[in-house]
């Protein structure tokens, strides 16, 4: 991942519903979880949610696909792995472990 995409899907987390949206997408796993859904259990408008998925899709972060009716939301955790290991390639000289980082979590999280 380069500097410029990072910047973008931290900025697409850097809000209280997004990063919301994005946690409870990540906890779904494989399965995904539908817009409305999401919407409903973070308690916010569906035209609101569309907006913050749309972000987090621009950002590369989740993928949509349809299900009928429904569009279903699911992270893409090749783009979440590039981002953790951009965030910690660097740490402590080389070695992840000192700040309490497996290399399991920098390459295996998803």
Same mark, same amino acid.
């Given at each position: 991942?380069?500097?410029?995409?990072?910047?973008?899907?931290?900025?697409a987390?850097?809000?209280?519903?997004?990063?919301?949206?994005?946690?409870?997408?990540?906890?779904?796993?494989?399965?995904?979880?539908a817009? #409305?859904?999401?919407?409903?259990?973070? #308690?916010?408008?569906?035209?609101?949610?569309?907006?913050?998925?749309?972000?987090?899709s621009?950002?590369?972060?989740?993928?949509?696909?349809?299900? #009928?009716?429904?569009?279903i939301?699911?992270?893409?955790?090749?783009?979440?792995?590039?981002?953790?290991?951009?965030?910690?390639?660097?740490?402590?000289?080389?070695r992840?472990?000192?700040?309490?980082?497996?290399?399991?979590?920098?390459?295996d999280?998803?």
């Open positions: 991942m380069d500097t410029k995409n990072a910047i973008a899907a931290l900025g987390l850097a809000q209280e519903h997004r990063l919301a949206a994005f946690r409870l997408l990540a906890q779904t796993g494989e399965d995904g979880m817009a #409305g859904e999401l919407a409903r259990q973070i #308690g916010i408008p569906h035209n609101t949610m569309s907006s913050h998925l749309a972000t987090l621009h950002a590369g972060l989740i993928k949509a696909t349809r299900d #009928g009716r429904s569009m939301y699911h992270i893409v955790p090749e783009v979440m792995r590039s981002l953790l290991g951009f965030l910690t390639d660097d740490c402590c000289h080389g992840p472990e000192l700040c309490g980082l497996s290399p399991a979590v920098q390459t999280c998803c």
